[in-house]
Nanobody, 125 residues
């Protein structure tokens, strides 16, 4: 059974930092793109950042320069370092994995087959 499990969410003051982790089990994703999405109350789920099998990254404009995505294929784990958090970053953050091998990060939800259960991130003003 394939599972993606997020951790590291929490409550921080605006300007603070958090590091999210996404641990995969049941299969390896070292040849696949993985990504972070988020969903705020009353809004659609949106792309935050993605990382390809080769380490190529892609970010939403709203997080460029503040968030950094990375992965450790030896641990089958992906990370999202979030700095300078803003109240508008408040959302449930989801990790996702694409089963098509050797692709580049894409922003469409439909391109990702596996999803985690989400972790809440709250940045208070």
């Amino acid at each position: 059974q394939v599972q993606l499990v997020e951790s590291g969410g929490g409550l921080v003051q605006a300007g603070g930092s958090l590091r999210l982790s996404c641990a995969a089990s049941g299969r390896t994703f070292r040849s696949n793109t993985m990504a972070w999405f988020r969903q705020a109350p009353g809004k659609e789920r949106e792309f935050v950042a993605g990382i390809s099998w080769s380490g190529r990254t892609r970010y939403a404009d709203s997080v460029k320069g503040r968030f950094t995505i990375s992965r450790d294929n030896t641990k089958n784990t992906m990370y999202l370092q979030m700095n300078s958090l803003k109240p508008e970053d408040t959302a449930v953050y989801y990790c996702a994995a694409d089963t098509s091998p050797y692709g580049d990060p894409v922003t469409r939800l439909d391109d990702y087959e596996y999803w985690g259960q989400g972790t809440q991130v709250t940045a208070s003003s």
